[in-house]
């Protein structure tokens, strides 16, 4: 689903640690905003596997603590992406979805150190 896959992997590796996890953490954001609209049934999927690699080429840069919590959120992209044929006109199943995504987002987030001041600005 994503082109160039490796043109994206190349310029996000290039950015620090704790922008890659922003990136993640926005992309999280993305899912919440988008999955409003079925419309938007494909963009929410491109999400969810932009975010799988986001994590795939990061994951093992991360502090210790961080890897099996960014491991769970792989699994559960994996799950959501796997299911989102049939989930995303129900309402009930993309609230669910949009609540988990917005914690992930602000967990990701809190984990990049951007908003604590803790992270370098590269």
Do not use: C
Not at 60 to 76: F, G, K, N, R, W
Request: charged residues 25%; proline residues 2%; without cysteine.
């Amino acid at each position: 689903m994503l082109n160039n896959l490796n043109e994206i992997r190349e310029r996000y590796l290039q950015d620090s640690l704790p922008k890659r996890l922003g990136a993640l953490a926005a992309d999280l954001a993305r899912v919440v905003s988008f999955a409003k609209n079925p419309n938007n049934k494909d963009a929410v999927e491109t999400l969810f596997e932009e975010s799988r690699w986001f994590i795939e080429w990061t994951a093992l840069d991360t502090q210790p603590e961080h890897i099996e919590a960014l491991i769970q959120l792989q699994l559960t992209l994996a799950i959501w992406h796997l299911k989102w044929d049939s989930s995303y006109t129900d309402l009930e199943k993309v609230t669910k979805i949009r609540e988990q995504a917005s914690l992930w987002s602000d967990r990701v987030l809190a984990m990049s150190g951007i908003m604590d001041g803790r992270s370098n600005k590269n």
